[in-house]
């Protein structure tokens, strides 16, 4: 089983997937693309600015936002994952000490705050954390994840960083870490990393997918 009410919205998810893989690379290449044309100096034209420093300063803004989108998009995707197969999580923050004291101030689940700091984490950047806990059957075999998880986003990078810390008992015992980045799907990469199956369900249709 999942915490499915933890999953996104259907619209939601798709527009993610759909940033992650296309929208974010087609921004940067169409700003690109759309000024072009000041790269070469045009007679017709002598007073009109061109070449490199030009079109870096009419690209950037492009540039930024697809990156921007690219990271974003990034970690929510892996987000949306982690937290279907989160018992139970904190918000969303951007330094150690804000997301150590959510973590400290959570009723429902505590986390061995002082295990985590021992073993190291992430300063600074988009910090969320999870407290993964499901099982699933495939045969005769019984799956299970039981780790505590941070995970870190890159501004202007597609990639996402996971500090996994296995837990015994209540207590978190040892530190690894993994990361995503494009090309690869979110949900196949955590299946990877954990040898879990990490799935979507997908509300509107009924279905799953990874």
């Known amino acids: 089983m999942a915490y499915y009410q933890h999953a996104p919205e259907y619209g939601a998810y798709i527009f993610m997937m759909l940033s992650y893989f296309i929208f974010s690379w087609a921004i940067i290449i169409l700003g690109a693309y759309i000024n072009r044309g000041v790269l070469i100096k045009n007679p017709k034209f002598e007073d009109i600015p061109h070449g490199k420093k030009v079109f870096l300063k009419k690209w950037a803004p492009w540039l930024i936002i697809g990156l921007m989108l690219w990271s974003f998009s990034t970690f929510k995707l892996t987000d949306y994952y982690l937290s279907t197969y989160s018992f139970e999580f904190t918000g969303t923050h951007f330094t150690a000490s804000s997301l150590l004291e959510d973590m400290r101030g959570n009723e429902r689940y505590r986390f061995d705050v002082e295990g985590i700091q021992k073993l190291g984490m ?15 059957r495939e045969g005769l075999i019984v799956k299970r994840i039981n780790q505590v998880v941070i995970l870190q986003g890159y501004p202007f990078l597609p990639v ?12 978190v015992k040892s530190l690894r870490t993994a990361y995503i ?6 949900g196949g990469k955590l299946s990877s990393i954990f040898n879990f199956p990490f799935e979507m369900f997908f509300w509107g249709s009924g279905g799953v997918g990874a």
């Open 160 to 171: 996402a960083k996971l500090y996994i810390y296995d837990m015994e008992g209540k207590n």
């Open 122 to 136: 992430p300063h600074y950047g988009l910090l969320k954390g999870y407290k993964l806990q499901d099982s699933v």
């Open 181 to 186: 980045f494009f090309p690869q799907s979110p």
